[in-house]
């Protein structure tokens, strides 16, 4: 089910950046404390077998925002499975990590 795979990958996304600040989606009256986690659904791997959906993977857009450039929380999530780096950039003062994760 896709929301017990979205609850697993926010229990390890909370374990690999050692606090709670991991938002799903998060509204933008929420305050972020830094360095945190946001992450979103986004469309998966969608496999069919005699016109009937056989399999789906959910996918995920994991984006970390941490002051520092060389922050060590970016090889953690390079350790999660299926994980994939995407792109950085910086945006106020913020460096911003994409990462994309099948769960």
Not at 14 to 24: D, E, F, K, P, R
Not at 60 to 89: A, E, G, M, S
Request: hydrophobic share 35%; glycine share 2%.
């Amino acid at each position: 089910m896709v929301s017990d795979a979205r609850l697993a990958l926010h229990e390890e996304l909370i374990n690999i950046l050692g606090s709670n600040n991991v938002y799903y989606q998060p509204p933008e009256s929420v305050m972020l404390k830094y360095p945190c986690i946001i992450y979103k659904c986004e469309s998966g791997y969608i496999d069919h077998a005699d016109d009937f959906l056989y399999r789906y993977e959910p996918r995920y857009q994991v984006t970390l925002l941490d002051p520092d450039p060389d922050t060590d929380i970016f090889d953690r999530l390079l350790q999660l499975k299926y994980c994939v780096f995407d792109r950085h950039y910086t945006s106020d003062n913020l460096n911003h990590f994409v990462f994309r994760i099948y769960m």
